[in-house]
């Protein structure tokens, strides 16, 4: 059996953590689970809760707040197992992970490993619609099957189909290899874009799959979405990577958004189109998940996510935002 460490950083999400700690029942107590309390303090429930499921605990406590990236990097730190296993204090594994999870440990050709997650239940019909929208090429582009199982096997993959939420890596190529410490979000990308471009092989299997949790308030979208165009852009420039055009689409969408000014009719007659494409993607999505009643709300997430996430893209482009924030 392959050791492996999890690692998890939190901020006062105790009721997720709670859930997300239950589900981390591999069938046996000896491996490595490193908890980072990223600027809050953990109940004594949550540390007892840590004693009953591995022997072999560590938790890392930050005064203040550390970026996602700096956080994990000091986790690494502690991790002595051949894995190491990214998990969100948001998502949960499912019950049969870890079946499938252990024999692809052993194959010596995989060096980083991951699946896609869903929507868990009990979530409202924006956490819902939110989740069904990420899992239409419409609204995530090439990274869709982040959130919808792609295929039936073992397919190898570069970073767009992968997410830090249910992320298995070689502690060996974290030595050389770290997560950016001045991103606020996608620092995962880059960590895997580097990975990627240094040879290591990924892979990805549609039956890895977690339950994570979508925010609940058309509010709390707004920001994680337009810094997720931010730093889509600014990863693209320190990998020096060719761009995927299907990255830059959201920007040109939201400049397309012009030509209402130069001419209202040919606006009007390419929004009516758009608008009959997500309505037909957002009826396919929502009757395969037996939720028709969401397709509003689906309809509604394509275009905000999108406008949003080309609106961040664009600001970075421009040099708006420039330096390391």
């Known amino acids: 059996m392959v050791s492996f460490s999890v690692i998890i950083v939190t901020h006062?999400?105790?009721?997720?953590?709670?859930?997300?700690?239950?589900?981390?029942?591999?069938?046996?107590?000896?491996?490595?689970?490193?908890l980072v309390a990223n600027g809050k303090e953990l109940s004594k429930n949550i540390l007892d809760k840590t004693s009953l499921i591995?022997?072999?605990?560590?938790?890392?406590?930050?005064?203040?707040?550390?970026?996602?990236?700096?956080?994990?990097?000091?986790?690494?730190?502690?991790?002595?197992?051949?894995?190491?296993?990214?998990l969100d204090d948001d998502a949960y594994v499912l019950r049969t992970y870890w079946e499938v999870l252990f024999p692809l440990l052993e194959e010596s050709k995989i060096e980083v490993l991951g699946g896609p997650d869903k929507a868990p239940e009990g979530m409202n019909f924006v956490g819902q619609g939110l989740a069904i929208a990420l899992s239409s090429p419409l609204c995530s582009g090439s990274t869709f099957a982040r959130h919808k199982p792609l295929g039936k096997k073992l397919i190898e993959v570069n970073e767009e189909k992968?997410?830090?939420?249910?992320?298995?890596?070689?502690?060996?190529?974290?030595?050389?290899?770290?997560f950016p410490e001045h991103f606020k979000r996608a620092e995962e990308t880059v960590l895997l874009q580097r990975l990627y471009f240094s040879g290591k092989k990924m892979f990805y299997h549609p039956k890895l799959l977690v339950a994570h949790h979508r925010r609940e308030k058309v509010f709390e979208i707004i920001k994680p979405s337009f810094f997720a165009g931010i730093y889509r852009s600014k990863s693209m420039k320190m990998n020096d990577q060719k761009s995927n055009f299907l990255f830059w689409l959201p920007a040109i969408f939201v400049l397309l958004h012009g030509v209402y000014f130069i001419d209202s009719f040919i606006f009007w007659h390419f929004a009516r189109m758009y608008i009959g494409l997500i309505l037909f993607m957002s009826l396919a999505i929502t009757s395969k998940e037996k939720k028709i009643n969401l397709v509003p709300t689906v309809m509604f997430f394509h275009y905000f996510i999108v406008f949003l996430y080309g609106l961040g893209f664009l600001y970075e482009k421009i040099g708006l935002r420039n330096g390391n924030n």
């Open 12 to 34: 006062g999400r105790e009721e997720l953590l709670s859930k997300c700690l239950d589900s981390l029942r591999p069938g046996f107590d000896d491996w490595q689970l490193v």
């Open 54 to 86: 591995s022997k072999n605990v560590v938790i890392l406590k930050n005064d203040t707040q550390l970026s996602p990236g700096k956080a994990r990097n000091l986790a690494i730190e502690s991790c002595s197992s051949e894995w190491i296993f990214f």
């Open 162 to 178: 992968l997410t830090s939420c249910n992320l298995w890596v070689r502690r060996s190529l974290l030595d050389s290899i770290k």
